[in-house]
Nanobody
Framework: QVQLVESGGGLVQPGGSLRLSCAAS????????MGWYRQAPGKQRELVAM???????NYVDSVKGRFTISRDNAKNTVYLQMNSLKPEDTAVYYC???????????????WGQGTQVTVSS
């Protein structure tokens, strides 16, 4: 079994910072990519940032220069450092992983439980 556990969400003032963490555990052979999505009330879920096994990164335009995605391969963990936060960043943030399972060598996609990020004065 594979699961993703998120942490680091919370309430922060505009201009503040938060760091999200997501740890994958279980029957994992290789993680192809991990990333973060977010969904605000009444809006569609959008990709925020993604990092591949080769280290390539992608960001949605609205967070470029403010957010940084990174990984710790030894811990199967991905991080999202969020700086200069704005009210429009308020959303539930979901960790996502595309991986190959050790027990089947098949590709699977997994989602974390979501963590609330609220940016408000």
């Amino acid at each position: 079994q594979v699961q993703l556990v998120e942490s680091g969400g919370g309430l922060v003032q505009p201009g503040g910072s938060l760091r999200l963490s997501c740890a994958a555990s279980g029957s994992i052979f290789r993680i192809n990519a991990m990333g973060w999505y977010r969904q605000a009330p009444g809006k569609q879920r959008e990709l925020v940032a993604m990092i591949t096994s080769g280290g390539s990164t992608n960001y949605v335009d609205s967070v470029k220069g403010r957010f940084t995605i990174s990984r710790d391969n030894a811990k199967n963990t991905v991080y999202l450092q969020m700086n200069s936060l704005k009210p429009e960043d308020t959303a539930v943030y979901y960790c996502h992983a595309s991986l190959i399972r050790r027990d089947s060598y098949a590709n699977y996609a997994y989602w974390g439980q979501g963590t609330q990020v609220t940016v408000s004065s």
